[in-house]
């Protein structure tokens, strides 16, 4: 099954950076992309980043284009968000999130829907004051 843990959230000053990692556990497991989604007090959930493991297609949120870079390791059933030039704007809890699935978006494009994540982690917090 999957199981998927988070770790490098923290405070960071404008401008700084930040790596997310998100390991996938589970002894026997089949994902088909990774998604980041995050959440800021007040706000709805919204669409970071998200993976395709096979080939590796990428596909981004306006708001962190050319900041935050998505990336996997197959290695280690990992997948990173890299994030530089963080803006206080980026202040949410940042969740990853497994499909086993295609879902929706494109053959080149991972979906951007939180329903087509089955698998989600327990969020981390990313602090970026100003």
């Known amino acids: 099954q999957v199981r998927l843990v988070e770790s490098g959230g923290g405070l960071v000053q404008a401008g700084g950076s930040l790596r997310l990692s998100c390991a996938d556990s589970?002894?026997?497991?089949?994902?088909?992309?990774t998604g980041w989604f995050r959440q800021a007090p007040g706000k709805e959930r919204e669409f970071v980043a998200a993976?395709?493991?096979?080939?590796?297609?990428?596909y981004y949120a306006d708001s962190v284009k050319g900041r935050f870079t998505i990336s996997r390791e197959n290695a280690k059933n990992t997948v990173y968000l890299q994030m530089n030039n963080l803006k206080p704007e980026d202040t949410a809890v940042y969740y990853c999130?497994?499909?086993?699935?295609?879902?929706?978006?494109?053959?080149?494009?991972?979906?951007?829907?939180?329903?087509?994540?089955?698998?989600w982690g327990q969020g981390t917090q990313v602090t970026v004051s100003s």
């Open positions: 999130a497994a499909s086993t699935r295609p879902g929706g978006g494109s053959f080149y494009r991972p979906s951007e829907y939180e329903y087509d994540y089955a698998y």
């Open positions: 589970g002894r026997t497991s089949s994902i088909y992309a």
């Open positions: 993976i395709r493991w096979s080939g590796g297609f990428t």
